[in-house]
């Protein structure tokens, strides 16, 4: 029985034997451990408190924006003369931006001729 209390006594001699910076040393993956992780719980926190802020700043704008949209859609009337000239002025625009459609010209099979004038040449 003796031996293993003295064994004990051997282990503990040692322990204190080490320097003091040797057992903070072995300690130190950890401590960091246990650090990065206290700091990625805080960054979920940090994250979820600005998530829910900014879902209820957007839940009010749209709020804000569905009560304009419903005033605004109210009060929307355009006279006949002013449709109608929208209207007009919408459709130059158009024929100006579509493209131009050109027509074949319609010229027989048998004509092997350069366009331009059918003059001939008599020299003598």
Same mark, same amino acid.
């Given at each position: +029985?003796?031996? $293993?209390?003295?064994?004990?006594?051997?282990?503990?001699?040692?322990?204190?034997?080490? $320097?003091?910076?040797?057992?903070?040393?072995?300690?130190?993956?950890?401590?960091?451990?246990?650090? /990065?992780?206290?700091?990625?719980?805080?960054?979920?926190?940090? +994250?979820?408190?600005?998530?829910?802020?900014?879902?209820?700043?957007?839940?009010?704008?749209? /709020?804000? +924006?569905?009560? /304009?949209?419903?005033?605004?859609?109210?009060?929307?009337?355009?006279?006949?003369?002013?449709?109608?000239?929208?209207?007009?002025?919408?459709?130059?625009?158009?024929?100006?931006?579509? $493209?131009?459609?050109?027509?074949?010209?319609?010229?027989?099979?048998?004509?092997?001729? $350069?366009?331009?004038?059918? +003059?001939?040449?008599?020299?003598?």
């Amino acid at each position: +029985m003796d031996t $293993p209390s003295a064994e004990r006594n051997t282990e503990s001699k040692q322990n204190a034997a080490k $320097p003091l910076y040797l057992r903070y040393l072995v300690s130190f993956p950890t401590i960091v451990c246990l650090v /990065i992780s206290l700091s990625s719980i805080a960054v979920c926190f940090l +994250m979820t408190f600005k998530t829910h802020q900014m879902e209820s700043r957007l839940r009010a704008l749209e /709020i804000k +924006m569905s009560d /304009i949209c419903q005033e605004s859609s109210v009060d929307v009337s355009v006279s006949q003369e002013l449709r109608e000239s929208i209207e007009t002025l919408l459709q130059e625009r158009l024929n100006e931006a579509m $493209p131009k459609l050109r027509v074949a010209r319609d010229v027989t099979q048998d004509c092997n001729c $350069p366009p331009g004038t059918s +003059m001939s040449i008599n020299l003598l």
